[in-house]
């Protein structure tokens, strides 16, 4: 009998993974702390005069804030657990390579996390469409943004949890992104008067920024392409890194 392809073993494993998310109350939970933030946040800004004017506000920090507690909850401990839980025991045991591993249970978080964005973003479309009567036409662009900046959330997230415990790894992107990185870009760009391009969460700034460039705006942010290649490298060279360090890491 042959062996399913790895595409398809990916897929299954991405399966399982969602319905550990939905057993375990996670993706639940943050679909309701989603839900809610984005209503507050809708009646917070509620007072814009235009639909760019609401969108530049909407779609930037607390979009930032959302994104980013979606990848650190849902990546931080999914590779660490099946070492740290001795499941990895049974899963490596099975003719499935690490790297499908990997692959599997990051679409079911990629997923998780594009439910989360597209929760945020529906809610900020129809308070725009009841409110002003239609959205801006680059909002497109700025949801696009969204993803890709998620998937490089999600993805240096998964190498922290490659390499360190459940526990440690959610703490350490945590704190990498509320703290290290914007601690870092604060610095540099008021302190120093050097553009942190190369931070991520620098880049995060082009969310809202999309909508509209020639509006004034109240925070920094890098040129569009620069925050493109800038989030890729990050998603691509960390998801490698995690490949390689979950193919090398060690049951214990």
Same mark, same amino acid.
Request: proline letters at 3%; hydrophobic letters at 50%.
């Given at each position: 009998?042959?062996?399913?392809?790895?595409? %398809?073993?990916?897929?299954?494993?991405?399966?399982?993974? /969602? @319905?550990?998310? &939905? =057993?375990? @109350?996670?993706?639940?939970?943050?679909?309701?702390?989603?839900?809610?933030?984005?209503?507050?946040? !809708?009646?917070? #800004?509620?007072?814009?005069?235009?639909?760019?004017?609401?969108?530049? $506000?909407?779609?930037?920090?607390?979009?930032?804030?959302?994104? *980013?507690?979606?990848?650190?909850?849902?990546?931080?401990?999914? /590779?660490?657990?099946?070492?740290?839980?001795?499941?990895?025991? &049974?899963?490596?045991?099975?003719?499935?390579? %690490?790297?499908?591993?990997?692959?599997? =249970?990051?679409?079911?978080?990629?997923?998780?996390?594009?439910? #989360?964005?597209?929760?945020?973003?529906?809610?900020?479309?129809?308070?725009? &469409?009841?409110?002003? $009567?239609?959205? +801006?036409?680059?909002?497109?662009?700025?949801?696009?943004?969204?993803?890709?900046?998620?998937?490089?959330?999600?993805?240096?997230?998964?190498?922290?949890?490659?390499?360190?415990?459940?526990?440690?790894?959610?703490?350490?992107?945590?704190? *990498?992104?509320?703290?290290?990185? +914007?601690?870092?870009?604060?610095? /540099?760009?008021?302190?120093?008067?050097?553009?942190? @391009?190369?931070?991520?969460?620098?880049?995060?700034?082009?969310? $809202?920024?999309?909508?509209?460039?020639? !509006?004034?705006?109240?925070?920094?942010?890098?040129?569009?392409?620069?925050?493109?290649?800038?989030? /890729?490298?990050? &998603?691509?060279?960390?998801?490698?890194?995690?490949?390689?360090?979950? =193919?090398?890491?060690?049951?214990?």
């Amino acid at each position: 009998m042959a062996l399913p392809s790895s595409l %398809r073993q990916a897929g299954t494993v991405a399966k399982y993974e /969602l @319905w550990k998310h &939905l =057993k375990g @109350w996670r993706l639940i939970g943050l679909v309701m702390l989603v839900t809610v933030f984005s209503v507050l946040a !809708v009646k917070g #800004m509620g007072g814009a005069g235009s639909a760019v004017e609401f969108s530049k $506000g909407f779609f930037s920090i607390p979009a930032y804030f959302l994104i *980013t507690i979606a990848g650190v909850v849902l990546g931080g401990d999914v /590779l660490a657990s099946e070492f740290e839980r001795k499941t990895g025991y &049974l899963l490596f045991s099975n003719p499935m390579r %690490r790297v499908t591993l990997v692959a599997g =249970k990051f679409t079911a978080s990629f997923i998780s996390v594009l439910l #989360m964005i597209s929760i945020f973003y529906l809610t900020g479309i129809v308070f725009m &469409l009841n409110t002003y $009567g239609g959205v +801006p036409a680059t909002l497109l662009g700025s949801l696009g943004l969204a993803i890709l900046y998620g998937c490089a959330v999600l993805s240096l997230t998964f190498f922290f949890s490659s390499i360190m415990g459940g526990t440690g790894a959610t703490m350490l992107s945590f704190f *990498t992104f509320f703290l290290i990185m +914007p601690f870092l870009q604060s610095f /540099l760009l008021y302190e120093m008067e050097v553009e942190p @391009w190369y931070l991520l969460t620098y880049t995060s700034g082009t969310i $809202g920024a999309f909508i509209d460039p020639s !509006v004034q705006i109240n925070y920094t942010y890098p040129d569009f392409t620069v925050s493109v290649l800038v989030m /890729l490298a990050y &998603l691509i060279g960390a998801l490698i890194l995690c490949a390689i360090a979950t =193919k090398r890491r060690e049951m214990r």
